[in-house]
């Protein structure tokens, strides 16, 4: 130790393997100075410890010296011969892009590959515009909503008011949702087999949520446009609010069933789908109670 230990990245920790190379076991320096002397390092390893493979997806190396609050793993082959180490520091530089990775998702932009400082304006616009031209066709799904309800909004211009508050606060929800999910599922807070779970208990919240929001849009609607279309809005609030909630539940869930990554289950994405959603919804309800 006295010769190599200077030019050892980790001190503290020392990894034992056999003669063709196996880790078999990790020792702390503090443990090594505390026995007898006398003792062999045989006596002192209980063969349980925790390693990565060289395989392994570098989030697996944040996810597990976060979960084991350690300075650094060992690296093993397919065949559990020692290859290196993972450190801290390591992580901490992986930790971040992949935290920038995900907000460039969340932002439905393609993560870019370097500095934004040093990305020219092309590579920001070829970035961009893939997922904006996607939302594009996302939108005219709303459109083709509000078209197939013209003659009914013509008939009723006060419920073209309430069209804005209805669908944001659907696309609020959900995203608020959404990104629950999808930290809570990075961070390993969340398994993909407890979604039921978490279905069950947004369930819950989306009610309280939707009650609270459509008594207050209740409210305003008496105040703008009398009883029957406060009722329309405010069971409409609810309604929106109750699914953009379980939306933004299972479409994390469902991505990462898929092996696809749930950032994708952004803000601008859940803002599009329950901008048709909602609107539907909202119809549907105004059609029922006004006709």
Known sequence: MRKYG?????FNILYVTDSNG?????????????VPPTT?????????FVCLSAYDDREVAVEQIQRYDVNALPVVDSEGVLVGIVTVDDIMDVAEEEATEDFHKGAAVTPLEMNY?????????????????????????????????QEYLQAYVALVLF?????ASGGNTGAQSATLMVRALSTGDLKLDGWWQA????????????????????????YRSGID????VGLSMLSI???????????PFTLSKFKLDPAVASSPLITSVMDAIGLSIYFSIAVAILT
């Open 6 to 10: 200077r030019d050892s990245e980790i």
């Open 199 to 222: 279905l069950g208990k947004e369930i819950f919240v989306g009610l309280m949520l939707g009650a609270a929001m459509g008594g207050l849009t209740w409210l305003l609607g008496i």
């Open 117 to 149: 400082t040093a990305a020219a304006p092309a590579v920001l616009f070829k970035k961009r515009i893939g997922w904006l031209v996607i939302l594009i066709f996302v939108n005219l799904l709303s459109a083709a909503v509000i078209s197939s309800y």
């Open 229 to 232: 279309v406060a009722m329309v």
């Open 241 to 251: 609010v109750v699914v953009a909630n379980l939306l933004g539940v299972l479409l």
């Open 40 to 48: 062999i390092i045989s006596e002192m390893l209980n063969y349980q």
């Open 22 to 34: 196996l880790l078999i076991d990790i020792v702390r320096m503090r443990r090594l100075i505390m």
């Open 163 to 167: 069209m804005p508050l209805l669908i």
